[in-house]
């Protein structure tokens, strides 16, 4: 796991070093330069595979140079495919060069793994992204200089007059974080998860490869097979010259991740849970103390007070190129801190269960209010909903069920168009939420019905915030975090089943049949709660929300009347996602002043 950054075309090369150093915490282990007229690449590392030498980047191989950030599961039968005998080192990343020579363009279909990865060759530039986003990857030509990144801080270091955009803090407050290949800056992009970019002579050409499917057929899978595959995608992610753990919730996915991997290991697996002392009501470390204990791994459990909160909320805010609305983001910074002082350096993560299994009991909400639709004399209901507005995200739901409107735009969605509307000082058109989601909802076809609810959600609130958010959070300390559930096998068989027997009659059913076999009945069948922790109630006590005033006066962003509503509500527990969402884009905005 790296930190990847190039130039092509005119460039300094003293403030190009200073860029690239701006991402040395992605890649603690050693750097790489390769510096010509024109060509400038460069490569942090952190050796989790091949932690030679000779695995060092950038990588030279008949004429290519790559830069690669992330792990190929598969590495091993690509090599025996790609002629074993004339590889010079073990690292995947001289199978990834050997792959795009013999594949081009197409090489993406052979990998299983998470990616960002340059080459050049023959005057001629490649990048490639993994199909779920697990890995990042960042763009911008100005005058004459094409320049990517696996952060968006490199190339400010290199372009510091680039400025963020008022008109795309929308996007943030609609999805908690940018959707591809939109950045809060509008000359920077990020190559959309899937994509292949080519750079020559200056011209850019973008394709996007769907590994998605969105026409299921009607087959089914037993648990069976399910577990096959998940125990497949564990085994594969636990190749590693470093030290490994598991995050462990106490939950269902990171649960049965853990009991997985620790069947597969010689000795104990450490795993990390994070709990909230005064706060019992939002602290689950019981529950992880419980399948720890079950499954037998050697559990490491910390408690984060205010003043963590607060000291880690400042670092993330410094830390972080753009705003994200994701509570969740500051204990796992303060995780993964502890993780790595623990001399832990590769972890995995329950990530995708609940979008691939239907974890989340909005979705059978959404099914049952997208029937509205169908009503044959609706138009009464309609303007009544017009008529009559409510703050809560329902609302909203049915009025678009009324309108013939794409109802469900991910579980992401935060602030939807009218709450934005009575919001910010500034007008929201009805449905703008839809236009950074427009080319998914093009590609799938017909956004409506089970499959689009595990479509969008892998695409948004996976690949643009869960997968975003995980990747810098751990990244920031050098560590690597994989996840099992986002196997492009696993979740390809699952998404080829028919989405209604996957769905069923009550979330994570088909799961659960499996987590049978491997954790006790109390895990399985407690009641799921949506991760939360007391960020509202210390907040509110340590006086940081008065930096939305502080922002507000000098950008004039809010309307006075929602903030207070905002502000009342959350004392009561309701709204207290969206008030969050609107304190770190104040906090974000003060720490990179404005």
């Known amino acids: 796991m790296c930190a990847i950054f190039g130039i092509v075309g005119p460039y300094d090369e003293a403030a190009a070093r200073r860029a690239f150093a701006t991402l040395s915490h992605r890649g603690p282990d050693s750097s790489g330069v390769l510096s010509r007229e024109g060509l400038f690449f460069a490569h942090h590392r952190l050796a989790?595979?091949?932690?030679?030498?000779?695995?060092?980047?950038?990588?030279?191989?008949?004429?290519?140079?790559?830069?690669?950030?992330?792990?190929?599961?598969?590495?091993?039968?690509?090599?025996?495919?790609?002629?074993?005998?004339?590889?010079?080192?073990?690292?995947?990343?001289?199978?990834?060069?050997?792959?795009?020579?013999?594949?081009?363009?197409?090489?993406?279909?052979?990998?299983?793994?998470?990616?960002?990865?340059?080459?050049?060759?023959?005057?001629?530039?490649?990048?490639?992204?993994?199909?779920?986003?697990?890995?990042?990857?960042?763009?911008?030509?100005?005058?004459?200089?094409?320049?990517?990144?696996?952060?968006?801080?490199?190339?400010?270091?290199?372009?510091?007059?680039?400025?963020?955009?008022?008109?795309?803090?929308?996007?943030?407050?609609?999805?908690q974080s940018f959707i591809s290949p939109q950045t809060l800056y509008p000359e920077i992009h990020q190559l959309e998860p899937g994509g292949y970019l080519?750079?020559?002579?200056?011209?850019?050409?973008?394709?996007?490869?769907?590994?998605?499917?969105?026409?299921?057929?009607?087959?089914?899978?037993?648990?069976?097979?399910?577990?096959?595959?998940?125990?497949?995608?564990?085994?594969?992610?636990?190749?590693?010259?470093?030290?490994?753990?598991?995050?462990?919730?106490?939950?269902?996915?990171?649960?049965?991740?853990?009991?997985?991997?620790q069947k597969m290991l010689k000795g104990a697996l450490p795993t990390f849970t994070v709990g909230y002392g005064e706060f019992e009501k939002y602290d689950e470390r019981r529950y992880a103390e419980e399948a720890a204990r079950h499954i037998g791994t050697d559990h490491h459990s910390y408690e984060m007070g205010e003043e963590d909160f607060l000291r880690c909320a400042d670092a993330v805010a410094a830390h972080l190129d753009e705003p994200l609305g994701d509570p969740a983001a500051i204990p796992l910074w303060f995780l993964a801190e502890k993780v790595r002082k623990e001399g832990v350096e590769v972890l995995l993560t329950g990530d995708g269960a609940d979008e691939l299994f239907f974890g989340y009991r909005p979705y059978y909400e959404i099914l049952d209010i997208q029937r509205a639709a169908d009503l044959k004399y609706r138009n009464w209901l309609r303007n009544y909903f017009r008529a009559h507005y409510s703050p809560n995200r329902e609302w909203e739901w049915y009025k678009r069920a009324f309108e013939g409107s794409v109802l469900f735009r991910s579980s992401a969605e935060l602030l939807t168009d009218l709450q934005?509307?009575?919001?910010?000082?500034q007008n929201v058109k009805e449905n703008a939420s839809l236009e950074p989601i427009s080319h998914l909802a093009e590609r799938f076809g017909d956004p409506q019905g089970a499959q689009w609810l595990s479509y969008i959600d892998i695409k948004v609130q996976l690949g643009e915030l869960y997968l975003k958010k995980l990747d810098r959070m751990t990244m920031a300390h050098g560590?690597?975090?994989?996840?099992?559930?986002?196997?492009?096998?696993?979740?390809?068989?699952?998404?080829?089943?028919?989405?209604?027997?996957r769905m069923g009659e009550e979330p994570k059913w088909l799961l659960k049949r499996v987590a049978a076999r491997h954790?006790?009945?109390?895990?399985?069948?407690?009641?799921?709660?949506?991760?939360?922790?007391?960020?509202?109630?210390?907040?509110?006590?340590?006086?940081?929300?008065?930096?939305?005033?502080?922002?507000?006066?000098?950008?004039?962003?809010?309307?006075?009347?929602?903030?207070?509503?905002?502000?009342?509500?959350?004392?009561?527990?309701?709204?207290?996602?969206?008030?969050?969402?609107?304190?770190?884009?104040?906090?974000?905005?003060?720490?990179?002043?404005?």
């Open 198 to 261: 080519r750079y020559r002579d200056g011209r850019v050409s973008i394709q996007t490869q769907e590994v998605l499917p969105r026409k299921p057929g009607g087959r089914k899978r037993s648990s069976e097979e399910i577990e096959t595959l998940l125990k497949e995608s564990v085994e594969c992610r636990l190749v590693s010259d470093l030290p490994l753990g598991a995050l462990l919730s106490g939950g269902v996915d990171s649960s049965l991740v853990a009991a997985m991997a």
């Open 48 to 175: 989790v595979i091949d932690p030679f030498p000779e695995g060092a980047q950038p990588m030279e191989v008949e004429g290519s140079v790559t830069l690669f950030n992330g792990e190929i599961y598969n590495y091993g039968p690509l090599r025996r495919e790609l002629a074993e005998e004339s590889f010079r080192t073990r690292s995947d990343t001289e199978v990834l060069a050997r792959a795009f020579l013999r594949w081009g363009s197409d090489m993406p279909r052979h990998l299983r793994g998470m990616y960002a990865v340059a080459f050049w060759r023959e005057g001629e530039l490649h990048l490639f992204r993994d199909p779920f986003g697990k890995k990042p990857l960042f763009y911008a030509k100005v005058g004459e200089s094409f320049v990517f990144a696996s952060e968006i801080k490199a190339i400010l270091s290199l372009f510091p007059k680039l400025k963020w955009s008022r008109g795309r803090l929308g996007s943030y407050l609609f999805y």
């Open 420 to 425: 934005q509307n009575r919001l910010l000082k």
């Open 479 to 501: 560590v690597e975090a994989r996840s099992p559930f986002l196997d492009r096998r696993l979740v390809g068989e699952l998404l080829e089943c028919d989405p209604q027997w």
């Open 519 to 594: 954790l006790p009945s109390s895990i399985i069948e407690r009641k799921k709660k949506g991760f939360s922790y007391p960020y509202m109630e210390w907040l509110h006590r340590s006086g940081e929300l008065e930096v939305i005033d502080r922002v507000d006066r000098e950008l004039g962003l809010f309307r006075r009347e929602t903030l207070d509503f905002l502000l009342e509500r959350s004392k009561r527990g309701r709204f207290k996602h969206q008030l969050y969402a609107v304190w770190f884009l104040c906090k974000w905005l003060e720490k990179h002043n404005w």
